[in-house]
């Protein structure tokens, strides 16, 4: 991303990945595994869940909707799930039980601290999500809420990432202009911003344990 130079007015943030993170599924995977009386390795677990995560997130999967309803978000993931059926019977349905509810996902460990700095610099901050279900709810149990001007759900608005529909959507929310705005997200989708005249910044896909990195964005923003 090049240096900002306009003035910047609002900071949006994607949610999943970027903010929060889904429980550990490798975990729910073995624990299942073995109440069904199949052995199988946290390595081998974390490889399955890696592989299912990774095919969600390419613009086949993303392209099918499944962040408008509640229902194509389950109906779209548990066809992807059942994959892992074939492994132990049962499983597809723990996991999306367990791990893509938004209430058992957690902020990473630098999110608090990067939401407090950005509001600091006296920008506003919203978040912007491909998600089918309200996520105020799930900023206010770890306390966030305070932190967020508003939201923008793809459910809501009627229109996911890359659509700039929803990024318009989002600062409009805010009451700025898409050029005084920043996207920050860590998926191709999110620079779907550009299209709608925001700056776009992209996390890096590699980071230590639960800290996300976020410290990166405060450096873009001076």
Same mark, same amino acid.
């Given at each position: ?16 990945? /970027?903010?929060?993170? @889904? ?28 592989? *299912?995560? /990774?095919?969600? &997130? /390419? #613009?086949?999967?993303?392209? &099918? =909707? ?13 066809? !992807?799930?059942? %994959? ?6 049962? !499983? ?9 509810? #938004?209430?058992?996902?957690? #902020? ?5 601290? @990067? ?8 920008? &506003? ?18 306390? !966030? ?6 939201? /923008? ?12 529909? *929803? ?9 700025? &202009? #898409? ?5 920050? =997200? ?12 925001? %700056? ?8 230590? =344990? ?13």
């Amino acid at each position: 991303m090049a240096p900002l130079s306009a003035p910047l007015r609002a900071v949006l943030f994607d949610w999943g990945d /970027t903010l929060f993170h @889904a429980p550990h599924a490798p975990e729910v995977i073995v624990s299942f595994a073995r109440s069904s009386g199949v052995e199988i390795s946290e390595a081998r677990a974390r490889e399955m869940w890696d592989e *299912i995560w /990774t095919a969600g &997130k /390419t #613009p086949e999967e993303i392209a &099918k =909707g499944r962040d408008l309803s509640i229902e194509a978000h389950r109906r779209v993931w548990m066809d !992807l799930f059942a %994959r892992l059926d074939r492994v132990v019977p049962g !499983l597809s349905s723990v996991l999306y039980e367990r791990v893509m509810d #938004p209430h058992s996902w957690v #902020p990473y460990t630098d999110t608090r601290s @990067a939401l407090e700095a950005v509001r600091r610099r006296a920008l &506003k901050v919203g978040v912007v999500s491909n998600v089918p279900a309200d996520l105020r709810p799930v900023f206010a149990k770890h306390g !966030l809420d305070r932190l967020v001007d508003s939201y /923008t759900h793809s459910f809501e608005v009627g229109a996911e990432k890359p659509s700039p529909t *929803i990024f318009l959507a989002a600062a409009k929310s805010l009451g700025v &202009k #898409p050029s005084e705005t920043l996207m920050v =997200g860590d998926h191709a989708v999110d620079r779907g911003a550009e299209r709608a005249g925001m %700056r776009v910044f992209i996390l890096p896909a590699e980071f230590d =344990g639960d800290v996300r990195g976020l410290d990166r964005v405060l450096a873009e923003l001076g």
